[in-house]
């Protein structure tokens, strides 16, 4: 069964950090283009990272500088190191994947995990 989980999510302070991990069970798992995406209730799905299958990144401007997306390829595990955390960084983050190319559109990818939550208090 194809899927993709995600884990790492929990609760931090304000500045504080924190990892995701995104684990694949796909085949080729190499040729995927993984992003993560994040969101708030009552607002919209928004792309924060995203990684292409040659290792290329790409960040919103509301994360850029702060969070560093990465690949393992051999343990099909994609990670999202997030630094200095804000409050408005808080939401559920899913991580998802499609063959090849990249998009910040949501509605692009047709392979989604379940979520983990971050909380940021000061």
């Known amino acids: 069964q194809v899927q993709l989980v995600e884990s790492g999510g929990g609760s931090v302070q304000t500045g504080g950090s924190l990892r995701l991990s995104c684990t694949a069970s796909?085949?080729?798992?190499?040729?995927?283009?993984i992003t993560w995406f994040r969101q708030i209730p009552d607002k919209e799905r928004e792309g924060v990272a995203f990684i292409l299958p040659n290792g290329n990144t790409d960040y919103s401007a509301s994360v850029k500088g702060r969070f560093t997306i990465s690949r393992d390829n051999a343990k099909k595990m994609v990670f999202l190191q997030m630094n200095s955390l804000k409050s408005e960084d808080a939401g559920t983050y899913s991580c998802?994947?499609?063959?090849?190319?990249?998009?910040?559109?949501?509605?692009?990818?047709?392979?989604w995990g379940q979520g983990t939550q971050v909380t940021v208090s000061s």
């Open positions: 998802a994947a499609r063959r090849y190319a990249c998009m910040w559109q949501p509605n692009a990818y047709g392979l």
């Open positions: 796909v085949n080729d798992f190499s040729s995927f283009c």
